[in-house]
């Protein structure tokens, strides 16, 4: 089975986030990026296909040499080979259709994306993969189980879960609960030695002009003044949670 594995370059969430250009631009100047957390999910989930049933893991990001680092990372886990198409993850419309270029020169059987990634959390990648391959699509994807060419998922939907089984080709968006984070690995020394020999390819993108443009970017809001009440002024307790908060 050869799995490929999407893997996002993001901002690590304890980073401080600043625009420049008139906040038409995300400033990466003091930012840590790591691989994104859903599909580090899907990465630990592969690595137990490999070390089970034997699988072949290949990474791939869209994206400059910045990336490399993450891919590396992703390399020392376990994976046996990355890929790096040489282009901007501009949007979502484009990523997917350079993935799903790899897919098909690639021929692999499962693709695994994370539901979302956590810069931009558009959600639509792993979808779109699918579409543009022909393959099947699971998202919300919480436990996957492969059993020669048949899979069998499980993914949540409101107000509980649902178990679909399906056949490969497929495409999952996976997220936390297709492995806890208890079973995240962290890459070793050897490991780290051993990805410096791994290969790491780097291809041209195909043509796909992006289908949407950030125009401008805002943080939330700063967070108001808290008020301290006494416990024993209720009177003055309910009087602002009436007339300023207005939650009774």
Known sequence: MKILVCI?????TTSKINFTENDTKFDTNGVQFVINPNDEFGLTRAMWFK???GANVTVVNVGGAET???????LAIGADAAIRVNTPASDGFS?????ANVVKDGGYDLVIAGRES????GGMVPGMIAGLTNSNFVNNCISLEIDGTSATATREIDGGKETVSTSLPLVI???KGLVEESDLRIPNMRGIMMARKKPLNVVEPVDANPETTSVSFEKPAAKGAVKLVSPDNLDELISLLHNEAKVI
Do not use: C, F, M, W
Not at 95 to 99: C, P, R
Not at 118 to 121: A, G, K, L, S, V
């Open 173 to 175: 968006g996976g997220q």
């Open 118 to 121: 956590i810069d931009y959390n």
């Open 51 to 53: 070390e089970k049933q």
């Open 68 to 74: 490399e680092p993450t891919l590396r990372k992703a």
């Open 95 to 99: 990523v997917a259709k350079q993935i």
């Open 8 to 12: 996002s370059h993001v901002p690590d």
